[in-house]
C-alpha cells in the first residue's frame, strides 16, 4: 500500500509514496535531481528508519524493557516527522503554471480567510515567507488551521525545528514548505531566498483549499494510524 502502512506480523510497516507527478515536473523550479534525491533517498531514509525504529520499540514493549522502549521515542519522532512531513509537502507541490497553482481560482475560500486574517495576499506571502528565511539551521514552515472553538478556527503561520511534524490536537496542516537544505541547495546553493521565492510558483492551492475545507483527519488520512 503505497504511502501507507501495511500489516505485517502485526506492526505496521511504511512505504514511500509515489509522486504525484514526475520527477522533472516542478522545474525550472526545483530540479529533476533535487526531487529524485529528495523523494528517492532522503524520504525513504526516514521511511526506513522508522520502521527500524517502530520494530525495535515492539521489541521493548514485548521484552518490557522500558530504558530500550524510552530510547526509540527520539527516532521514532524524528523519523515518523520526516515521513509525514514529505508526504505532506510533496502533495502540495504541483506543475506551475496549472490550474492547481492558481491560488484566486483554486482556493477561492483559503485566499478569502488569509485576505481576512493577514490583511492581503501579498502580506501573507511576506510573512510566510520571513518566517521560512527566519529558520534557524533545518525546519518546516507551515500554514497551519487552528481550531479555537468547536465551529470555529484560525490561520496561524508555524515553523517547526527539524522533522517535528504539526500532529497537535486541533490542528490541520494546510501546507508546508521543506526548510533543509536538501531540498534545495543542489540547484540554489546558499540562495535559500531565491528557492523561497520560487516555491510559491509550485504550490498546489487545489490540495491546499481541501485541507483548508477539511478536517484533522483528513489531512492526515493515509497516515492515521501512525497518529
Not at 113 to 136: H, M
Amino acid at each position: 500500500m503505497t504511502g501507507n502502512a501495511t500489516t505485517m506480523s502485526g506492526l505496521a510497516t511504511y512505504t514511500l509514496p509515489q509522486l504525484p507527478y514526475a520527477y522533472n515536473a516542478l522545474e525550472p523550479y526545483i530540479s529533476a535531481q533535487i526531487m529524485e534525491l529528495h523523494h528517492s533517498k532522503h524520504h525513504q531514509t526516514y521511511v526506513t528508519n522508522l520502521n527500524n525504529a517502530l520494530q525495535a520499540h515492539v521489541a521493548a514493549i514485548t521484552s518490557n524493557d522500558i530504558p530500550a522502549q524510552i530510547a526509540q521515542q527520539p527516532a521514532i519522532k524524528f523519523n515518523g516527522g520526516g515521513h509525514i512531513n514529505h508526504s505532506l509537502f510533496w502533495k502540495n507541490l504541483a506543475p506551475a503554471d496549472t490550474p492547481e497553482t492558481n491560488h484566486s481560482e483554486a482556493a477561492p475560500l483559503l485566499v478569502a480567510e488569509i485576505e481576512k486574517t493577514f490583511g492581503s495576499f501579498d502580506g501573507f506571502k511576506k510573512a510566510f515567507s520571513a518566517a521560512l528565511l527566519g529558520i534557524q539551521g533545518s525546519g518546516w514552515g507551515w500554514l497551519v488551521k487552528e481550531s479555537t472553538s468547536e465551529n470555529s478556527s484560525r490561520l496561524r503561520i508555524v515553523t517547526t525545528k527539524d522533522q517535528d511534524p504539526v500532529v497537535g490536537s486541533g490542528e490541520v496542516p494546510v501546507f508546508g514548505v521543506d526548510m533543509w537544505e536538501h531540498a534545495y541547495y543542489l540547484q540554489y546553493l546558499n540562495g535559500k531566498a531565491a528557492y523561497v521565492e520560487n516555491i510559491w510558483k509550485v504550490i498546489n492551492w487545489k490540495t491546499v483549499e481541501g485541507r483548508f475545507q477539511g478536517s484533522r483527519e483528513d489531512a492526515f488520512a493515509a497516515l492515521k494510524a501512525l497518529l
